[in-house]
């Protein structure tokens, strides 16, 4: 082993589904690059949002994926935790004494429609009205409702495998599917990519804060363990995530919020950032898009979309408050 890292077990928090163990494994292989006799153990935890099969806002929200993790992060009981940054809530300051030390190369961040085994449908033109599309995120159904208000948007959750299993009908559920809308990055995790079928542009679909990127998260104190995960930081994705994540925590954006934002780098190095807010049913919304001033700051700009889109109502949005 090199010296950068002491001589010590670094133990990895997870949740257990096969995504998360897929990415920590994924994660695994690249710090291997840099310390070939790394010592991981992977600690799964089966969250209590995990097992909870209704509304995740009557529970408390996504963030219930993550928070479990971070108290053992806190506790000592792990060394690191992969977050998809997705999950991350926008609305509450990082638990004490954390800190994303790297963010690996962003995925895919579009969404895909999924049609069932053996159907020929290819898009989302091809569904009659009326047919039922399942998703988990409001974000999406209030987009697909904009465009095709007379479709049945249904909210299926658990893990991604599970819910394709669903949609074939290889797994009970009350209601046949007739198409469904997931990540495309996860599909790719998964080694599905080959199921989606229309695959929507951030145009058609804008895709949510963090979407398709990893954070790497450790103790601020635990300075080997920072140093070892910041060789794997990809400076272009911390940039953009910052940019995303100062507006979503100035709309005070939680994970059941309808907010969409979504920032590129621009080939002359320009930041430029596209944030949404809708009604859950799609039928208000409204949208911002900035490019970086001069300095280019993330957190300006960030900080710039938000204010554009508190001015056009967004917090009324958000809260439900009628106009």
């Not at 930081?233 to 910052?242: G, L, P």
């Not at 059941?256 to 190095?269: F, L, M, R, V």
Request: hydrophobic share 40%; with cysteine; glycine share 10%.
């Amino acid at each position: 082993m090199t010296n950068d890292f002491p001589a010590r077990k670094l133990r990895i928090g997870t949740r257990s589904s096969p995504m998360a163990l897929a990415q920590v494994e994924q994660v695994s292989a690249l710090l291997r690059k840099h310390e070939p006799d790394l010592d991981i153990k992977v600690v799964p935890v089966t969250t209590e949002a995990d097992l909870w099969q209704g509304d995740l806002a009557k529970l408390g929200g996504k963030g219930l994926f993550v928070k479990q993790i971070d108290q053992m992060l806190q506790r000592g009981e792990v060394d690191m935790a992969v977050h998809c940054i997705k999950d991350v809530p926008g609305d509450v300051a990082m638990p004490e004494g954390l800190v994303f030390a790297a963010y690996l190369p962003r995925d895919d961040v579009r969404d895909v429609l999924l049609f069932p085994e053996g159907s020929d449908r290819q898009t989302l033109d091809d569904l009659p009205p009326g047919a039922t599309v399942a998703t988990s995120a409001v974000r999406r159904k209030a987009q697909i409702n904009r465009v095709r208000p007379d479709l049945n948007v249904v909210r299926v959750r658990g893990a991604v495998g599970t819910r394709v299993d669903k949609l074939d009908g290889t797994k009970a559920i009350d209601h046949k599917l007739d198409a469904m809308i997931l990540a495309a990055s996860g599909l790719e995790r998964l080694g599905i990519a080959h199921r989606g079928r229309q695959v929507f542009n951030v145009d058609e679909l804008l895709p949510a804060v963090g979407a398709g990127a990893l954070g790497l998260e450790c103790r601020r104190d635990d300075e080997p363990v920072a140093g070892l995960l910041s060789q794997l930081n990809h400076e272009r994705t911390m940039t953009e995530i910052t940019a995303e994540r100062v507006m979503l925590h100035g709309l005070r954006g939680h994970c059941n919020s309808p907010i969409a934002g979504y920032c590129i780098t621009e080939p002359d190095g320009q930041l430029t950032l596209r944030g949404m807010v809708f009604s859950r049913d799609g039928s208000k919304f409204v949208h911002a898009h900035f490019w970086g001033e001069r300095n280019n700051d993330p957190a300006v700009l960030g900080t710039r979309v938000c204010a554009e889109l508190l001015r056009q109502g967004a917090r009324e949005i958000i809260e439900g408050i009628p106009h």
